[in-house]
């Protein structure tokens, strides 16, 4: 899809069709009164008609309104004016996509941008239309063997501003935007690809094939036997059970500085999760392919700051594998020792995202990182707290936690802290080992992040729980390219300080 800006009046543009808001009750926005006013009351006389009375998500599409220049008007509905929110917005720019990618229409030029929400200005409207609209017309179907084509689909989108001297932000919306809903593609299509495709291999091809398109990008791929070299015990100790050989993937992607610190994202990689010997119950475990989202949302990240140039050292680092049982797997009681000598008891093989990330967070000391964040898929417990609207935040310093929470309410991909208090630590005492892989029933997000704080001394830590966020479940099963939007947003902000 082809995205730019404009700026003018509605009636002069020539265009397949022209995207306006209606407010409830039958109240033209801005751009449609003008429309309307050129017309003669074209669009009131329908309004009067009650033919369209604004809610939220109703669409009217019109032809030869006079006195225009397009072939065509879609009328949307955006509710009440006064409550008109990013939520409306994107409900609005969903059903417009859809509804354009339906007609005869190749291209349109969408008034919505132009619309007034609270604290946002035209570079964020822009962006998040364009970030929007992709991800609304985002399907996956190559694993289908016949696939229903749209005989006319959308190609091009003009996105107005109110004013000339809003062109250049809006571009700078624009490019955004598109380096955003590219990462959240890919991020969707490996949380999608199922775990007999999207193995530990195919993510390491994967970082390679991100490569080849970005000079200031290095990537190397660790094997069992470089992890067995750097005492990796806890990583290997999940893919012991597994045919599938373990990667430790690293992406360097060097757009700052020759001397500045990184920041380093990693990213839980479990291709498919099936719990290991402490085997998951059967309903719905087909979902345990989601278990790499995090590992995805590194790669969308890394991807939105290639296609940007983004100028800002960044490392991603992927720890994948399978967990699965077997007669080499890990048991239940089984003690290992992670690459910083810490010894772990394993009481649950399903506490294995862990397990993998304790010793991808040692390996990124030797980056001497600014702050590193990890995103995981980590706990059910963090989906029985927040639901699917936040992710759960949980950090070692409480500015980067702000700086994240920030973010994400800035890209609209929230997420919310939970407390890392020491308190909670004993949870994990063991009788036998440095400390026990899980902490009981009790507080679960908070305990993972427990564990992982004891691998993180040494630098500034965040950890977002995206079990909750990463996929939709039920008829909309499929994953959603979360956090790909608050990461990029994180990246952005921090580039645009140097
Ligand atoms: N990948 C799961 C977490 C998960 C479960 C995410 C369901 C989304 C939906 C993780 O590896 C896991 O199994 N965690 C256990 C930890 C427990 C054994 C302490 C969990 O949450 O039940
Ligand atoms: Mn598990
Ligand atoms: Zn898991």
């Known amino acids: 899809m082809e995205f730019n800006v404009t700026s003018g009046n509605p009636e002069k543009q020539r265009s397949g069709c022209l995207v306006i808001g209606v407010f409830e009750a039958r109240k033209l926005s801005a751009a449609g009164k003008e429309l309307d006013k050129a017309s003669g009351g074209f669009l009131t006389t329908l309004l009067h008609r009650g033919d369209m009375e604004g809610r939220v998500g109703q669409t009217l599409l019109v032809h030869n309104v006079p006195k225009t220049q397009c072939d065509r008007v879609l009328l949307v509905g955006c509710g009440k004016e006064r409550e008109f929110d990013v939520n409306n917005y994107r409900k609005a720019v969903n059903i417009i996509t859809r509804t354009l990618n339906d007609t005869g229409t190749t291209d349109a030029v969408s008034y919505l941008t132009d619309l007034d929400i609270k604290g946002r200005d035209s570079y964020w409207k822009v962006r998040d239309h364009v970030q929007t609209t992709t991800d609304a017309l985002y399907v996956f179907d190559q694993l289908k063997s016949s696939t229903d084509k749209v005989r006319r689909p959308l190609?091009?989108?003009?996105?107005?501003?109110?004013?000339?001297?809003?062109?250049?932000?809006?571009?700078?919306?624009?490019?955004?935007?598109?380096?955003?809903?590219?990462?959240?593609?890919?991020?969707?299509?490996?949380?999608?690809?199922?775990?007999?495709?999207?193995?530990?291999?195919?993510?390491?091809?994967?970082?390679?094939?991100?490569?080849?398109?970005?000079?200031?990008?290095?990537?190397?791929?660790?094997?069992?036997?470089?992890?067995?070299?750097?005492?990796?015990?806890?990583?290997?100790?999940?893919?012991?059970?597994?045919?599938?050989?373990?990667?430790?993937?690293?992406?360097?992607?060097?757009?700052?500085?020759?001397?500045?610190?990184?920041?380093?994202?990693?990213?839980?990689?479990?291709?498919?999760?099936?719990?290991?010997?402490?085997?998951?119950?059967?309903?719905?475990?087909?979902?345990?392919?989601?278990?790499?989202?995090?590992?995805?949302?590194?790669?969308?990240?890394?991807?939105a700051i290639t296609q940007l140039d983004l100028a800002l050292n960044v490392v991603g680092i992927v720890p994948a594998t399978e967990n699965l049982p077997d007669g080499l797997a890990t048991k239940p009681g089984d003690i290992v020792t992670s690459m910083s000598g810490q010894t772990i008891e394993v009481l649950n093989t399903d506490a294995e995202g862990r397990l993998i990330l304790c010793d991808a967070l040692t390996y990124a000391e030797k980056f001497n990182p600014a702050a590193v964040v990890d995103i995981a898929t980590l706990t059910g417990a963090c989906v029985i707290a927040l639901g699917k609207h936040a992710a759960g935040l949980l950090s070692n310093h409480s500015p980067l936690a702000h700086e994240l929470q920030k973010c994400g309410t800035v890209s609209h991909d929230r997420c919310w802290e939970m407390p890392l208090w020491d308190e909670y630590q004993q949870q994990l005492d063991s009788n036998f080992a440095d400390m026990a892989n899980i902490g009981g029933r009790e507080a679960g997000t908070i305990t993972a992040a427990c564990f992982l704080s004891r691998f993180t001394k040494n630098y500034h830590w965040a950890h977002l729980d995206i079990a909750g966020v990463a996929w939709n479940q039920g008829k909309e099963k499929g994953a959603t390219g979360r956090p790909v939007p608050l990461l990029t947003q994180f990246l952005l902000d921090r580039a645009a300080k140097k």
């Open 155 to 303: 190609k091009k989108m003009s996105l107005s501003v109110p004013t000339k001297g809003e062109l250049s932000a809006g571009e700078q919306g624009i490019a955004e935007g598109q380096a955003i809903a590219a990462g959240m593609k890919l991020a969707k299509d490996l949380g999608n690809l199922p775990g007999n495709i999207c193995t530990p291999t195919y993510l390491a091809d994967q970082a390679k094939t991100l490569k080849k398109h970005a000079r200031k990008l290095s990537v190397s791929i660790l094997e069992e036997a470089d992890m067995k070299k750097l005492g990796m015990g806890s990583l290997l100790s999940v893919s012991a059970g597994s045919r599938q050989p373990a990667k430790l993937i690293v992406m360097d992607y060097r757009g700052g500085k020759k001397g500045d610190k990184p920041v380093v994202l990693v990213g839980k990689g479990v291709t498919f999760d099936s719990g290991g010997i402490s085997l998951k119950p059967g309903a719905a475990m087909d979902e345990m392919k989601f278990d790499m989202c995090g590992a995805a949302s590194v790669f969308g990240a890394m991807t």
